[in-house]
Nanobody
Framework: QVQLVESGGGLVQAGGSLRLSCGASTKIDLYAVAWFRQAPGKERDFVAA????????HYADSVKGRFTISRDDAKNTVYLQMDSLKPEDTAVYYCTAKIWASLAALSNGGGDYWGQGTQVTVSS
């Protein structure tokens, strides 16, 4: 079992930045990790993912060029740096992980483990 805990959410003005963290209860160097988000009344959507064995990343078109996913396996943590935030980025953000997963598989349905989510609110 892998427990994931997100943190770093909050209220920010449009154009501002936030950095989300996803901390794991165990070593995650063999896990691909992704961020998803869910706005009120909408489905949970893929945001960004990072591979387990390489620095390869994948982003949704809506965040490409504004968000950056990274990982620090020594700290069992994955980050999501969010810049140039827009009101439409408002959502609960979740991290998810799956061992040995491809980014394609992870981005399509998420992983085997999910965190509880952290709220991000962007005011206009």
């Amino acid at each position: 079992q892998v427990q994931l805990v997100e943190s770093g959410g909050g209220l920010v003005q449009a154009g501002g930045s936030l950095r989300l963290s996803c901390g794991a209860s165990t070593k995650i160097d063999l896990y691909a990790v992704a961020w998803f988000r869910q706005a009120p009344g909408k489905e949970r959507d893929f945001v960004a993912a990072i591979h387990w064995s390489s620095p390869t990343t994948h982003y949704a078109d809506s965040v490409k060029g504004r968000f950056t996913i990274s990982r620090d396996d020594a700290k069992n943590t994955v980050y999501l740096q969010m810049d140039s935030l827009k009101p439409e980025d408002t959502a609960v953000y979740y991290c998810t992980a799956k061992i040995w997963a491809s980014l394609a598989a992870l981005s399509n349905g998420g992983g085997d483990y999910w965190g509880q989510g952290t709220q991000v609110t962007v005011s206009s």
